[in-house]
């Protein structure tokens, strides 16, 4: 699975943005889905997930009901709507994909690039 990240960039503190994720190769529907955040000097981190099937979404308790993510099989396509957004939500978000039910960085089986989110006050 190729995985693209876009839709970051800058926003104040309050805003929303809203990132996609475009997978290729590899059947997506297959796939767990994933965002993760790094912010500068810290550790790469779980942020949120939505299962292959039925749809069912996990949050990091620092963005649950801000963040919402969502996916489309039909397009390839994975969302996360940020609302209510935060200087501390600034970092490189990352979208991946695992065939594992898990919020561990090294469970992941792909990674996209990177999109980068600043978050100003």
């Known amino acids: 699975v190729q995985l693209q990240a876009f839709g970051g960039g800058l926003v104040q503190a309050g805003g929303s943005l809203r990132l996609s994720c475009a997978a290729s190769?590899?059947?997506?529907?297959?796939?767990?889905m994933y965002w993760f955040r790094q912010a500068p000097g810290k550790e790469r981190e779980f942020v949120a997930a939505?299962?292959?099937?039925?749809?069912?979404?996990y949050y990091a308790d620092s963005v649950k009901g801000r963040f919402s993510i969502s996916r489309d099989n039909a397009k390839n396509t994975m969302y996360l709507q940020m609302n209510s957004l935060k200087p501390e939500d600034t970092a490189v978000y990352y979208c991946?994909?695992?065939?594992?039910?898990?919020?561990?960085?090294?469970?992941?089986?792909?990674w996209g690039q990177g999109t980068l989110v600043t978050v100003s006050s």
């Open positions: 991946a994909a695992s065939k594992t039910l898990s919020f561990e960085v090294p469970v992941m089986e792909y």
């Open positions: 190769g590899r059947t997506f529907s297959n796939y767990h």
């Open positions: 939505i299962r292959w099937f039925g749809g069912t979404t």
